[in-house]
């Protein structure tokens, strides 16, 4: 991998982290493409895409600096310190909750499928391909039958539990973790704009993990695999935060409709390659 390459992965990852379009999928189409993705070893793709999230992961906490110490001031104090009733609780101490309720879900399938996640499969693009096609589909069906009525403090623990189960589906590679996240929120009734919000906020706990187990798990980086992982993190997180500015002030006025026709159309074309054997799967 060269310096170039890295620097497109980070542009990848950066932009399709957040937009409901499957992270996985660009990044392993584009590896495939490139020549990145050694068939002998695909736990090593695993481990690079899941520590470039950090970048992705440090957009996350750069974009909603202030609103995760409010969360953490609050839920501190009144969780623990004042000891007060889950129903006396401000929004920003209820938040800490739903965020640690959303996120056991994918913990506990992540830990539990780990192996098959780290496997060949996951980088298989007639899996990604029509991944991305299903969830274009189940978006659709969201997008159609959303009340979109509910506002951050609107949340509830059966709502924040539901998003986290829709999120473990993003261990299914090209499903998307914002997209299933998102989708899941709307099913519940949240805003688009604030689903993406919250959805944003959840992808913290699970990225923040993964991320660092599989940078641990690389260790020893020798001295140019180390400078392309930096190279593709940096710009990841700066792409990144620009992806998060543009979903939230794009959704507050507008459907989710134009990623559900790229995802439509991205999986016929890997797919259509794949059939006529431009690529391999």
């Not at 110490?69 to 839920?75: E, L, R, S, T, Y």
């Not at 391909?129 to 959303?146: F, N």
């Not at 299914?172 to 996240?181: A, E, H, M, V």
């Not at 009734?189 to 690389?218: M, N, T, Y």
Request: charge should be positive; proline fraction near 3%; aromatic fraction near 12%.
């Amino acid at each position: 991998m060269s310096i170039f390459d890295a620097i497109i992965l980070g542009i990848v990852q950066g932009i399709s982290e957040f937009l409901p379009i499957s992270s996985t999928a660009h990044l392993t189409f584009s590896g495939k493409i490139m020549g990145l993705i050694s068939e002998a070893n695909p736990k090593e793709w695993t481990e690079f895409m899941a520590v470039i999230q950090l970048g992705t992961l440090a957009a996350v906490l750069v974009y909603f600096f202030s609103d995760l110490v409010n969360i953490a001031k609050a839920f501190i104090t009144e969780a623990f310190i004042q000891r007060k009733r889950y129903g006396m609780q401000s929004t920003e101490s209820k938040l800490g909750w739903l965020i640690i309720a959303g996120s056991i879900p994918i913990a506990v399938l992540g830990l539990s499928f780990k192996h098959i996640i780290e496997g060949p499969w996951t980088k298989n693009l007639w899996v990604l391909g029509v991944s991305m096609l299903v969830m274009a589909v189940v978006l659709a069906i969201a997008e159609k039958t959303a009340r979109f009525k509910k506002n951050i403090e609107d949340i509830t623990v059966l709502d924040s539990v539901l998003i986290g189960v829709a999120q473990a589906f993003a261990l299914i590679p090209g499903s998307s973790r914002s997209g299933t996240s998102i989708t899941g929120a709307l099913f519940c009734g949240l805003k688009r704009d604030v689903a993406a919000r919250f959805s944003f906020l959840l992808s913290i706990p699970a990225v923040f993990a993964s991320g660092l187990l599989e940078f641990k798990q690389s260790l020893p980086l020798n001295h140019d695999k180390l400078v392309d992982m930096g190279v593709a993190t940096l710009v990841s997180a700066v792409v990144g935060y620009m992806a998060i500015d543009f979903l939230l002030k794009y959704l507050r006025n507008n459907s989710t409709f134009v990623f559900i026709w790229y995802r439509v159309m991205l999986g016929i074309v890997i797919l259509s390659l794949l059939y006529f054997g431009t690529i391999q799967p």
